[in-house]
C-alpha cells in the first residue's frame, strides 16, 4: 500500500506538469509562430516480487513478477507543424511556409531563431534598421542586421519569395538591392531551446543552424510578405488533452484515497 501511494503520486506530479504544458499552449493560441508543446512520459524503475515464477509441479513460468513504481516526465516537445498564414498587408510582416527561421541577433552576442515574422522598420543613425518588436535586429545570410537607405519610403520596399529586398527605381521596376534575408535548418529542431518572445537557441541537441542559401531547392522556405505564421495550437486538442489530463489526475488522487483507507483499516485490525 506504501507502494500505492508514492506511484499514485508520481502520476500526480506527472500530470499536473502535463496541466501546465496545456495551459501554456492555450494561452499562446493567438501567439503568432508558436510551437505547441507536448509532455512526454516514461515508467519509472519496475520492482521484481518474484524472478522466477514456477506451477505447482515445479514447472518454470514464461512471466517474472514485476511491479511499476509510477511514472515521470521525460521530455516537453515543440511540434513544428505548419501554422496557418494570416494575410496582414504590413510591409514588413514575413511567414515562412516550410522548416526555416529567422535569424535574430540577441544581447550578448547570441543568435536566436524564431517563426514569429512581425517585423518593423526603425530609424536609426544608419537609415532604417529591420527589428523585431523587442527591438530585436533582424539578420541577412551574412550575419548581419539588415539596415536600409534614410531615404528609402518603407511602404515601397519588398520582399521575394527567396528574401530578397527590393526597391523600385525610377521606371518602377523592383529591383534588389543586394541584402536577402536569412533563414535556418536545424537536422532535430525538436532540440531547439525555448526562450521569450518565441525564440529558439541552438544546442547541441538541434545541431548547428544550416543556411537556407547552401540547400538544395527541395528543402527551401517561402517567404511571404504582407502575411503572419499564426499559432499552430488547436484549442480544440488542448481542450480535450485538457480533460484527459484532469481525469488521470482525479484517477490518481483516487488510489491515494483507497490507499489511505486500506491503511486506516489494517492499523484498526486487532
Known amino acids: 500500500m506504501i507502494r500505492s ?3 499514485a503520486a508520481s502520476g500526480m506530479k506527472a500530470q499536473q506538469t502535463n ?6 499552449n492555450l494561452a499562446n493560441v493567438n501567439t503568432t509562430g508558436y510551437k505547441k508543446e507536448t509532455a512526454e512520459f516514461k515508467s519509472l524503475l519496475y520492482q521484481n516480487l518474484q524472478t522466477k515464477s514456477t506451477t505447482a509441479d515445479g514447472s518454470p513460468k514464461p512471466i517474472a513478477a514485476q511491479v511499476g513504481l509510477g ?27 516550410g522548416d526555416g527561421f529567422f535569424e535574430i541577433a540577441l544581447p550578448g552576442g547570441q543568435t536566436g531563431y524564431t517563426r514569429n515574422g512581425a517585423f518593423t522598420a526603425a530609424l ?16 541577412d545570410t551574412n550575419g548581419n542586421p539588415i539596415n536600409l537607405p534614410q531615404n528609402y519610403i518603407m511602404t515601397n520596399v519588398t520582399i521575394d ?17 543586394g541584402v536577402t534575408i536569412s ?8 532540440g531547439l531551446e525555448k526562450s521569450s518572445g518565441s525564440t529558439f537557441l541552438a544546442t547541441e541537441s538541434s545541431g548547428e543552424p544550416i543556411q537556407e542559401t547552401t540547400l538544395g531547392m527541395e528543402r527551401k522556405s517561402v517567404m511571404k510578405q504582407g502575411y503572419l505564421e499564426a499559432s499552430n495550437v488547436q484549442a480544440v486538442d488542448e ?7 484532469q481525469r488521470a489526475y482525479e484517477l490518481n488522487s483516487k488510489i491515494i484515497n483507497a490507499s489511505d483507507e486500506m491503511m486506516q483499516q489494517a492499523n484498526n485490525l486487532r
Open 5 to 7: 501511494l508514492w506511484t
Open 19 to 24: 496541466v501546465d504544458t496545456i495551459s501554456n
Open 71 to 97: 511514472v515521470r516526465n521525460s521530455a516537453i516537445l515543440s511540434r513544428f507543424d505548419q501554422g496557418s498564414l494570416t494575410h496582414t498587408e504590413n510591409t514588413f510582416d514575413l511567414a515562412v511556409e
Open 124 to 139: 536609426t543613425g544608419n537609415g532604417y534598421s529591420i527589428t523585431t518588436t523587442e527591438g530585436y535586429a533582424l539578420l
Open 161 to 177: 519569395s527567396a528574401g530578397q529586398i527590393c526597391y523600385p527605381d525610377e521606371n518602377n521596376n523592383n529591383i534588389p538591392i
Open 183 to 190: 533563414l535556418a535548418q536545424f537536422t532535430n529542431p525538436a
Open 239 to 245: 481542450m480535450v488533452n485538457l480533460i484527459v489530463a
